[in-house]
Antibody, heavy 116, light 112 residues
Framework: QVQLVESGGGAVQPGRSLRLSCAAS????????MHWVRQSPGRGLEGVARISYDGSDKDYADSVVGRFTISRDNSKNMVFLQMNSLRAEDTAVYYCAKGFYDSGGWGQGTLVTVPP | DVVMTQSPLSLPVTLGQPASISCTSS???????????LNWFQQRPGQSPRRLIYKVSYRDSGVPDRFSGSGSGTDFTLKISRVEAEDVGVYYCMQGTHWPKTFGGGTKVEIK
C-alpha cells in the first residue's frame, strides 16, 4: 500500500531555511505527481506545492511563491520541499501526498515551527 | 482560489444513526480531463487526514461501506449510514481540480 514518510521538520528562526523530504513506497512513484499540504490551527489545511510525475510542471501557493521550491528524485522515490526565508505564518504540520490533481495517500506529517 | 464551504461545523450524532455533511464549491470542479476531483477526508484526533472518498463517490480501499459520497457541479455530500464510535473526528472536503488545492473548514462529528 502507499507509504509516505516525511522528515526534516523542526524549529527554525525567521528568515532561515529548512528542507523537507518525503520517502515514497508502495506504488510506481515515477508515474504520479506529488504535492505538499500544510495544516495549522490558524489557517487550516492548505495546498502548498505540487509537481508533475516527471518534474516538468510545478505549482505553488501564492503565499510561498519565490520562497519554496518543490523537487523530486525519481531514482530514489523521493520528493522534497526547500523552504527559504521562513516566516512565523509558515508554522504548520507539513504533509506529503500522492497525486497531481488527486490526493490519495498522505504521510504522518512533519512539524515546522517558526517563532514570531 | 476556489472556496469550499462545509456545513455543519459540528455534528452530534447518536450511535447507529445516519449523518450527512454538505460541501459547496465556489466554482465548478469539473476538470479538463472530465473528472471531478472532490475528496473527503477523515481526521481522527492526533492522526493525519485519511482519504475516504475520491472523485465524488469512489470509496478508498478499506473504507467501510457505511460511508458514501455524492454530488455534482458545486454541491457535494458525505453520508454515514450508521455512525459508529470510531467515526468520531473531523471531516474535510477538498478539491484538487483547481490550483491551489483547497479544503473546507471541517465538520466535527461527535457522539451524543
Amino acid at each position: 500500500q502507499v507509504q509516505l514518510v516525511e522528515s526534516g521538520g523542526g524549529a527554525v528562526q525567521p528568515g532561515r531555511s529548512l528542507r523537507l523530504s518525503c520517502a515514497a513506497s508502495g506504488f510506481s512513484f515515477s508515474n504520479y505527481g506529488m504535492h505538499w499540504v500544510r495544516q495549522s490551527p490558524g489557517r487550516g489545511l492548505e495546498g502548498v506545492a505540487r509537481i508533475s510525475y516527471d518534474g516538468s510542471d510545478k505549482d505553488y501557493a501564492d503565499s510561498v511563491v519565490g520562497r519554496f521550491t518543490i523537487s523530486r528524485d525519481n531514482s530514489k522515490n523521493m520528493v522534497f520541499l526547500q523552504m527559504n526565508s521562513l516566516r512565523a505564518e509558515d508554522t504548520a504540520v507539513y504533509y506529503c501526498a500522492k497525486g497531481f490533481y488527486d490526493s490519495g495517500g498522505w504521510g504522518q506529517g512533519t512539524l515546522v515551527t517558526v517563532p514570531p | 482560489d476556489v472556496v469550499m464551504t462545509q456545513s455543519p461545523l459540528s455534528l452530534p450524532v447518536t450511535l447507529g444513526q445516519p449523518a450527512s455533511i454538505s460541501c459547496t464549491s465556489s466554482q465548478s470542479l469539473v476538470n479538463s480531463d472530465g473528472d471531478i476531483y472532490l475528496n473527503w477526508f477523515q481526521q481522527r484526533p492526533g492522526q493525519s487526514p485519511r482519504r475516504l472518498i475520491y472523485k465524488v463517490s469512489y470509496r478508498d480501499s478499506g473504507v467501510p461501506d457505511r460511508f458514501s459520497g455524492s454530488g455534482s457541479g458545486t454541491d457535494f455530500t458525505l453520508k454515514i449510514s450508521r455512525v459508529e464510535a470510531e467515526d468520531v473526528g473531523v471531516y474535510y472536503c477538498m478539491q484538487g481540480t483547481h490550483w491551489p488545492k483547497t479544503f473546507g473548514g471541517g465538520t466535527k462529528v461527535e457522539i451524543k
